[in-house]
């Protein structure tokens, strides 16, 4: 069964790494073949078979003129460009960056950032069908010069997304929200809409991935009923993300929401509540909190930084005091930089980091910390003593540790900072 159609990206590694100009890969055409079989009027057969040498009839010097920006001045450039539906989207970046992948994941970051717009974001990034990347890069000084060329294909047309945001706000329009309608009556009366009016689809058209298919067909898959919402909680000023991942049951690639309210986050699947509503029965994945059963997040939702971006609740709506989940608070502590008060010959001296059950040090005569020359010390208090020095130059870091859950869990390392010699 098909549940959710992700955007695919293929990184197709045709670097040409030169120091004057970009050279972009030759465009090799097919080898023709020319082959003949006719019966001419005596009847006897005439084949002729044979080749041609290829000739490549594709100029391309490059462009010499281009403007080369940061990833975030390129992204910004291109996001425009998915935006209104080109097929063929070419960046030009500037940056100290020599890994590729990295460079096109901060890029794609930029494109599908999220902001108030309800058709940009998670709306878009799931309406792209499919990307394809290839890319031409030079090195002059410290900096790589990348251009990068992206084919893409969608899902909906620009007219089919006129249609889709007519008749969405068609029917916001009969929700009658106002200034005084809270959160949660907001929410509510959004999802309560899509499980009443959208079933799931079946067929094996592309377009049941969409919010379209939601919203003027009536029938989706889960990837329509989730961004049919997103665009919906948008329109009506909620905090929203689409979240992929599996369906534990089935093993399924899956997606559903989460929403905000108040100062936190709750998780919503409409595509397994409106089956729940067919049958009469009720809601049991509206405002969940971060345990939310049958369901596991792709990697790249499950971070520390996105938790960060988007803290849980740690319950369900309405069962008690709205606290932050376990991931949300591990997330907050594990992303801490701790900073030194101060550091001499004698000391150090910790500035007091939140919730924190101790502290662990490194000092060392190297300043990658290679086991052979460092000791590692723990301690409670805010300042350790160092002990026994020898009269060389020193590098130190330390870290603030807690426990949850049964576990020990660190913040990042401090700055490191030098001890001098004696």
């Given at each position: 069964?098909?549940?959710?159609?992700?955007?695919?990206?293929?990184?197709?590694?045709?670097?040409?790494?030169?120091?004057?100009?970009?050279?972009?890969?030759?465009?090799?055409?097919?080898?023709?073949?020319?082959?003949?079989?006719?019966?001419?009027?005596?009847?006897?057969?005439?084949?002729?078979?044979?080749?041609?040498?290829?000739?490549?009839?594709?100029?391309?010097?490059?462009?010499?003129?281009?403007?080369?920006?940061?990833?975030?001045?390129?992204?910004?450039?291109?996001?425009?460009?998915?935006?209104?539906?080109?097929?063929?989207?070419?960046?030009?970046?500037?940056?100290?960056?020599?890994?590729?992948?990295?460079?096109?994941?901060?890029?794609?970051?930029?494109?599908?950032?999220?902001?108030?717009?309800?058709?940009?974001?998670?709306?878009?990034?799931?309406?792209?069908?499919?990307?394809?990347?290839?890319?031409?890069?030079?090195?002059?000084?410290?900096?790589?010069?990348?251009?990068?060329?992206?084919?893409?294909?969608?899902?909906?047309?620009?007219d089919q997304l006129k249609e889709l945001d007519t008749r969405v706000n068609s029917i916001m329009s009969g929700f009658h929200f106002t200034s005084s309608t809270t959160e949660y009556d907001k929410v509510k009366t959004i999802?309560?809409?899509?499980?009443?009016?959208?079933?799931?689809?079946?067929?094996?058209?592309?377009?049941?991935?969409?919010?379209?298919?939601?919203?003027?067909?009536?029938?989706?898959?889960?990837?329509?009923?989730?961004?049919?919402?997103?665009?919906?909680?948008?329109?009506?000023?909620?905090?929203?993300?689409?979240?992929?991942?599996?369906?534990?049951?089935?093993?399924?690639?899956?997606?559903?929401?989460?929403?905000?309210?108040?100062?936190?986050?709750?998780?919503?699947?409409?595509?397994?509540?409106?089956?729940?509503?067919?049958?009469?029965?009720?809601?049991?994945?509206?405002?969940?909190?971060?345990?939310?059963?049958?369901?596991?997040?792709?990697?790249?939702?499950?971070?520390?930084?996105?938790?960060?971006?988007?803290?849980?609740?740690?319950?369900?709506?309405?069962?008690?005091?709205?606290?932050?989940?376990?991931?949300?608070?591990?997330?907050?502590?594990?992303?801490?930089?701790?900073?030194?008060?101060?550091?001499?010959?004698?000391?150090?001296?910790?500035?007091?980091?939140?919730?924190?059950?101790?502290?662990?040090?490194?000092?060392?005569?190297?300043?990658?910390?290679?086991?052979?020359?460092?000791?590692?010390?723990?301690?409670?208090?805010?300042?350790?003593?160092?002990?026994?020095?020898k009269k060389k130059k020193y590098f130190t870091k330390f870290r603030a540790y807690t426990t949850m859950s049964g576990k020990k869990i660190y913040t990042k390392w401090s700055k490191i900072k030098k001890i001098k010699k004696?």
């Amino acid at each position: 069964m098909n549940i959710i159609k992700r955007t695919i990206i293929f990184i197709i590694v045709s670097s040409c790494t030169v120091t004057a100009s970009i050279s972009s890969p030759s465009n090799k055409l097919a080898v023709a073949y020319a082959a003949q079989n006719t019966n001419n009027s005596m009847g006897h057969n005439l084949i002729t078979n044979g080749s041609l040498p290829v000739r490549n009839n594709k100029l391309e010097a490059g462009n010499l003129f281009a403007t080369y920006g940061t990833v975030t001045e390129a992204g910004k450039l291109a996001r425009e460009e998915v935006y209104n539906h080109k097929t063929k989207v070419i960046s030009y970046i500037k940056t100290k960056e020599s890994n590729i992948s990295t460079v096109v994941k901060k890029l794609e970051k930029v494109i599908y950032e999220e902001s108030d717009s309800c058709d940009k974001g998670d709306f878009m990034l799931w309406h792209v069908d499919t990307s394809a990347t290839s890319y031409g890069v030079r090195k002059a000084g410290s900096y790589y010069y990348y251009t990068i060329m992206s084919l893409y294909s969608y899902l909906l047309t620009l007219d089919q997304l006129k249609e889709l945001d007519t008749r969405v706000n068609s029917i916001m329009s009969g929700f009658h929200f106002t200034s005084s309608t809270t959160e949660y009556d907001k929410v509510k009366t959004i999802y309560d809409y899509i499980c009443t009016h959208v079933k799931y689809s079946n067929d094996s058209t592309m377009i049941k991935y969409t919010a379209y298919a939601a919203a003027i067909n009536g029938k989706a898959v889960c990837q329509g009923y989730a961004t049919l919402f997103y665009m919906m909680c948008k329109k009506a000023g909620l905090g929203v993300r689409v979240i992929p991942g599996i369906a534990e049951q089935s093993g399924e690639q899956h997606g559903w929401n989460i929403v905000k309210i108040g100062n936190l986050y709750y998780n919503v699947d409409a595509t397994w509540d409106a089956a729940n509503y067919e049958k009469e029965k009720q809601y049991i994945c509206f405002l969940k909190g971060d345990k939310f059963p049958l369901h596991t997040r792709w990697d790249d939702y499950a971070t520390a930084e996105f938790y960060l971006s988007y803290p849980m609740a740690k319950n369900a709506y309405g069962t008690g005091n709205a606290t932050i989940s376990n991931n949300t608070a591990k997330s907050k502590f594990t992303l801490i930089k701790p900073k030194f008060k101060k550091v001499t010959r004698k000391k150090a001296v910790f500035k007091k980091v939140s919730s924190a059950k101790g502290y662990q040090i490194k000092y060392s005569t190297k300043k990658n910390f290679g086991a052979k020359y460092t000791k590692t010390k723990r301690t409670k208090k805010l300042t350790y003593k160092f002990k026994k020095l020898k009269k060389k130059k020193y590098f130190t870091k330390f870290r603030a540790y807690t426990t949850m859950s049964g576990k020990k869990i660190y913040t990042k390392w401090s700055k490191i900072k030098k001890i001098k010699k004696s």
